[in-house]
Structures are given as structure tokens and as C-alpha cells.
């Protein structure tokens, strides 16, 4: 434990220190990236998008909401950890907060009781981690049904998935039945994600050029969040945003 206390204090002090990666916009391998972003188009046409406006056509808004903020507050552990790596205490202390008042007031995270009292979510994720302690990002990349992505933060994301409380969740005693609801669980996110991302994503559809205006999308945002919603040293086309998505 000792050991870990002094890797932590060793860590967020290294954060403190280090100037924050950027987002690279380099793209060596923007042949692959594009052949990958006309297969997740692709695929969206023809599997997600009319999955996901099924479900949007049965589900009320409120439960879409409901969904969103209890799969929000299952990731705020996740930036509890992430704030404390980057040396960022007053936010590690305002997301352990959200997490217990949503855990409790809000009914397992059903609802968002602390924006409701104007604490904001502030999302944080081990890409922007190891961004804060001075790793550049790597060349752009789009993956298979991930989209877009760099090795940075493919890595990140990587981390973030195994650091998720719902893999040391007991749900039953059958491992077989654990992982099904983790899966089940997993595609119920995917989908009211993709659902609450309809408008961002006709508006990519209908840009000019889809791939370059995804690049910057995601070049901007990325470096916006490394920076707490700082404005990046770019300037950038107004664009829609992809959050959710």
C-alpha cells in the first residue's frame, strides 16, 4: 500500500509538472482511416441507425435520460481516479462527490441530483491522463466501429474498460450470467448513445467532406478536454459535436 501511495504522489506530481500532449492531426495512414470510416458509415446505415430509432420510437425521452445519467454516473469512479492521476484534487473531490449523491439521492445514478444543484459532470478518461503527463497522441487513426482515435488514447480507453466498477460487480454466482448482463448492459448504452447522437451524426452526413470535418471534430475535442474545456491553440471550423457518439 506504502507502495502505492508513494507511485501516486510520484505520479500526480509528474502531472502537475508536464506540459499536456496535443492531439495530433498527422495522418500517415489516412487510407486505412478512410476505407474504416466508410465501413462504420456503412454499418450505421444499415445496423444502428435503424436500431437505434426503434428504440428511440419506444422509448420515452425520460427513460433515454434516465439511461444516460445512470450510465454517466458508472463512469464518474472512472474520472475519480483519472482527476486524482492528473494532480487535480478539487475535481477528483466534486466527481466522488456526484458519484455518492447520485448513488444515493439519485437512485443508483438514475437521475443527476448533483447537476440538478449546478455540480456539473466533468469527465475525464486515462487518453486525457496520460495527455496531461506530456504523451503526445500519435497519428490519427479510425478503428472499426470505434471511430476515431489515436494510439494515445486507444490505450486509454483500453485502461479505462478495465478500471470500470461494473467488471468487479457480483450480479449473480454464475460467471456465464455475469458477463451476459455486462454485455447486455454494454449494448443498452451503445444504443441509447447512438440515439441521443442522431443530430450530430446526419450533420457529419451531410458535410462536404465527412472524413476531414470527423478529423478536426475530434482533433478540437480532444485537445478542448485535455484542457478542461480550455480553448485549444487551434483554430477549428464551428462543427457539430460528437460527444455522445
Excluded: H
Amino acid at each position: 500500500m506504502k507502495k502505492l501511495v508513494a507511485g501516486l504522489v510520484a505520479l500526480t506530481a509528474t502531472a502537475c509538472a508536464t506540459a499536456p500532449g496535443t492531439t495530433s492531426k498527422n495522418d500517415p495512414y489516412e487510407g486505412f482511416n478512410r476505407s474504416m470510416l466508410e465501413f462504420n458509415l456503412a454499418l450505421d446505415d444499415a445496423v444502428l441507425e435503424p436500431v437505434s430509432k426503434g428504440y428511440t420510437a419506444v422509448t420515452p425521452e425520460f427513460g433515454r435520460d434516465r439511461v444516460a445519467d445512470f450510465f454517466r454516473n458508472l463512469g464518474e469512479p472512472v474520472t475519480f481516479i483519472n482527476n486524482v492521476l492528473q494532480g487535480e484534487g478539487t475535481r477528483a473531490g466534486q466527481s466522488g462527490f456526484r458519484f455518492v449523491i447520485n448513488t444515493t439521492l439519485g437512485i443508483a445514478g438514475l437521475w443527476d441530483v448533483a447537476r440538478y444543484n449546478g455540480l456539473e459532470q466533468d469527465k475525464e478518461d486515462f487518453g486525457q491522463t496520460l495527455a496531461v503527463w506530456g504523451v503526445d497522441s500519435g497519428p490519427y487513426l479510425v478503428m472499426p466501429i470505434l471511430g476515431s482515435t489515436n494510439p494515445r488514447d486507444l490505450f486509454g480507453f483500453g485502461v479505462d474498460r478495465a478500471m470500470n466498477p461494473t467488471n468487479f460487480v457480483r450480479y449473480s454466482g454464475d460467471d456465464d450470467d455475469d458477463m451476459a448482463i455486462r454485455v447486455g448492459m454494454g449494448v443498452l448504452n451503445g444504443i441509447n448513445s447512438r440515439s441521443r447522437a442522431q443530430g450530430a451524426i446526419d450533420s457529419l452526413k451531410t458535410q462536404a467532406e465527412p472524413y476531414v470535418a470527423l478529423r478536426s471534430i475530434y482533433t478540437q475535442q480532444r485537445d478542448a478536454a485535455i484542457r478542461n474545456g480550455e480553448t485549444a491553440p487551434d483554430e477549428y471550423d464551428e462543427l457539430p459535436e460528437f460527444e455522445d457518439f
